[in-house]
């Protein structure tokens, strides 16, 4: 999860960040000003977006009307100190998904970000089923038929943005962007070795061909019994099943069935050298 905290207070926004970084495993950006708080909302694809409404420049309620006349969907809770009914309505007359006020109890705002960012992606539910898989966002627990199956903090990351986001293609640069905010990014290829160490441990545990490859454009989490998600038309049909793992050398392949991120690492430096 990738989180926009707009707060101008640096001690509210440090307690903030480490809350939804040790509860939520999140990314988190901040902005202090609302023009900054603009900018960063259309140029990075965030999951939620908490919003202050006393800032220095502009008033949260302005800097939020401003973002859905620009046509930007994502999700925003406003946190207040005004406890007035009248202040809360303003707040979702100008497009706001929910209202906290200050100060406000840890567990209620991490399930409020949770609950948000769950229905701005269509799901109600915090138990997310895909075919024999199930996926807790409230947990983070992953299960296949019942039995757990054991992810890295990154490999969980990106599979619950797949699953999140079904059915939608997503990029190599959007798994960086939500895995790493752009703050000490590694190489590209590093994906690859987590999408393959994760398709291992799904089809060991019996759910296999749920992460599907879209050629030159990134991967798909399927649906049970999908049409399987078109490939290049350069590319052979049975080249284009190949899993990673066929074409890792053997140093990365070695690398790749490691569970800590060190190694993880280092196959992709493997396959970048390559």
Request: some cysteine.
């Amino acid at each position: 999860m990738r989180v926009l905290l707009v707060e101008d207070e640096p001690v509210t926004a440090r307690a903030i960040t480490l809350m939804l970084k040790a509860d939520c495993n999140a990314v988190v950006d901040i902005a202090d000003t609302g023009e900054d708080a603009i900018e960063m909302a259309r140029h990075y694809d965030y999951d939620a977006v908490l919003l202050d409404l006393m800032l220095p420049d502009i008033d949260g309620l302005e800097a939020l009307r401003r973002l859905r006349a620009s046509g930007q969907s994502t999700p925003v809770l406003v946190l207040t100190g005004l406890t007035r009914p009248q202040a809360k309505v303003a707040a979702f007359n100008a497009g706001a998904d929910d209202v906290m006020t200050k100060p406000f109890d840890r567990s209620e705002l991490v399930a409020r970000i949770k609950a948000i960012v769950r229905r701005s992606k269509g799901h109600s539910q915090p138990a997310l089923q895909v075919g024999p898989m199930l996926l807790n966002l409230d947990s983070r627990e992953v299960s296949v038929d019942g039995r757990p199956v054991h992810l890295t903090g990154k490999e969980y990351a990106i599979l619950e943005l797949l699953v999140m986001r079904r059915g939608m293609v997503l990029t190599k640069e959007i798994f960086l962007n939500h895995l790493y905010g752009g703050l000490d990014e590694p190489e590209m290829k590093i994906i690859d070795v987590f999408i393959c160490k994760l398709r291992k441990k799904l089809a060991a545990a019996g759910a296999p061909n749920l992460i599907g490859t879209v050629w030159g454009r990134g991967y798909i989490m399927r649906t049970p019994d999908a049409a399987p998600a078109p490939h290049s038309p350069a590319v052979p049909v049975v080249q284009a099943a190949r899993s990673l793992e066929d074409i890792l050398l053997p140093g990365a392949r070695v690398a790749a069935t490691q569970d800590d991120e060190a190694s993880t690492l280092a196959a992709a430096r493997v396959l970048v050298s390559a």
